[in-house]
Structures are given as structure tokens and as C-alpha cells.
T-cell receptor, first 115, second 113 residues
Framework: KAGVTQTPRYLIKTRGQQVTLSCSPI?????VSWYQQTPGQGLQFLFE???????NKGNFPGRFSGRQFSNSRSEMNVSTLELGDSALYLC??????????????FGPGTRLTVL | AQTVTQSQPEMSVQEAETVTLSCTYD???????LFWYKQPPSRQMILVIR??????QNATENRFSVNFQKAAKSFSLKISDSQLGDAAMYFC??????????FGKGITLSVRP
């Protein structure tokens, strides 16, 4: 089975712009979660989508949003970019079973740099 | 709230030796899962091992094993016969019913040839 894929792998934007990142989960996985990784804050949970619905949300401002399509592919969008949004954005997929304590498998990440 | 603590920022091990990475956690949930993930320089997060909290038996995956002490809320990773390819950042993580993974700060493991 193919793993989780993320596009693009690298992105450079300027402050004030918006950006859209894409994630394709492992075939058969219905849950997609997004994480932000920075040297200062470490790995932080952004949100989780399951069956096209946001099921869980972390403590990020409304500038961070996402969606999931019927084929389970997910996108996250960051509007009005700030310098502090520079980070590695990781996507993870899982089966999304009830109780949802199944294993999350990660993609290679998208490195976003905001200038 | 869930917390995961990795107090050692760096460790070093000689090739072929054994090393143990420490992790403590806190959660109010009774049903939860613990993980160790490895992140090499490529930044790809790779699952190393997983432990279900309800299982008393410690998980093992080839050269990797855990020491799960539920009462002490401790979850350490032992790497036996260390290899150069084991050099990476290792994250301890916890998830409960809400599917959110809570990560520790990570520990950088270097392997000396």
C-alpha cells in the first residue's frame, strides 16, 4: 500500500498571503489529522477530519482551517500568513475506528517558510 | 489534559550497544495508547512501537522494546544492538479517545561507530 503523501513538500510565501496544503491518506483510511512542528513549540495538533467532518480541533486561531473530501483526501489552509507560521506541517492518517485509538501514520510533511 | 514528558534532550550510544530512552506521561483517561515515533533527518515520522494501556505485556518489535509501568506512568524505549541507522529524533506520544496525539519534546539519539 502506498503511504501518506503530502504536496507540496516545500513552500515559500510572504506575510499576508494564504496557503493550501494537501494530504492523501493511506488507502482505506478515513481519518486525517494535521500537526504543526516548530523548534520552539514542538509538535502540536491542529485538527482531525473523519468522513468529511472536523471531529477534533486543537488550539489554533481561525486562520487555520481544513476540509476533507469524499475520497478522504484533506487540505489545510492558512490565511493571512504570519512569520510564526513557518513550520513543518505533518499530516497523519488512520482508520478512524470508534474510540479512535488506532495508529496514525505520517506523511513526509510540507515545509512552509514565511518571509 | 494529557501531557508527555521527555526530560533528556540528547543521548548517545555506541554502535551494537543498548540504550534506553525515557518518557513519562499523564492522562485522566483509562483507555489510551502510547507510541514511540522516530524522525530521522528526512523529517518523515516513522512508527517504532505501540503499546495499548490495557495490556500488561510490554510490546516488542525486533530490536525495539518498551518498559511500560502503568502505575508510575512511565513508558521507556529500549533499543538493542544499536545501528547507525537508529540515529534520529525519537518522540514519545500518547492518544486517548479524542484521537489527538500528544507528543513529548523529543530526544536526539546519536550512534557512535
Amino acid at each position: 500500500k502506498a503511504g501518506v503523501t503530502q504536496t507540496p513538500r516545500y513552500l515559500i510565501k510572504t506575510r499576508g498571503q494564504q496557503v493550501t496544503l494537501s494530504c492523501s491518506p493511506i488507502s482505506g483510511h478515513r481519518s486525517v489529522s494535521w500537526y504543526q512542528q516548530t523548534p520552539g513549540q514542538g509538535l502540536q495538533f491542529l485538527f482531525e477530519y473523519f468522513s468529511e467532518t472536523q471531529r477534533n480541533k486543537g488550539n489554533f486561531p481561525g486562520r487555520f482551517s481544513g476540509r476533507q473530501f469524499s475520497n478522504s483526501r484533506s487540505e489545510m489552509n492558512v490565511s493571512t500568513l504570519e512569520l510564526g507560521d513557518s513550520a513543518l506541517y505533518l499530516c497523519a492518517s488512520s482508520l478512524g475506528s470508534v474510540g479512535n485509538t488506532d495508529t496514525q501514520y505520517f506523511g513526509p510533511g510540507t515545509r512552509l517558510t514565511v518571509l | 489534559a494529557q501531557t508527555v514528558t521527555q526530560s533528556q534532550p540528547e543521548m548517545s550510544v555506541q554502535e551494537a550497544e543498548t540504550v534506553t530512552l525515557s518518557c513519562t506521561y499523564d492522562t485522566s483517561e483509562s483507555d489510551y495508547y502510547l507510541f514511540w515515533y522516530k524522525q530521522p533527518p528526512s523529517r518523515q515520522m516513522i512508527l517504532v512501537i505501540r503499546q495499548e494501556a490495557y495490556k500488561q505485556q510490554n510490546a516488542t518489535e525486533n530490536r525495539f522494546s518498551v518498559n511500560f509501568q502503568k502505575a508510575a506512568k512511565s513508558f521507556s524505549l529500549k533499543i538493542s544492538d544499536s545501528q547507525l541507522g537508529d540515529a534520529a529524533m525519537y518522540f514519545c506520544a500518547l492518544t486517548g479517545a479524542n484521537s489527538k496525539l500528544t507528543f513529548g519534546k523529543g530526544i536526539t539519539l546519536s550512534v557512535r561507530p
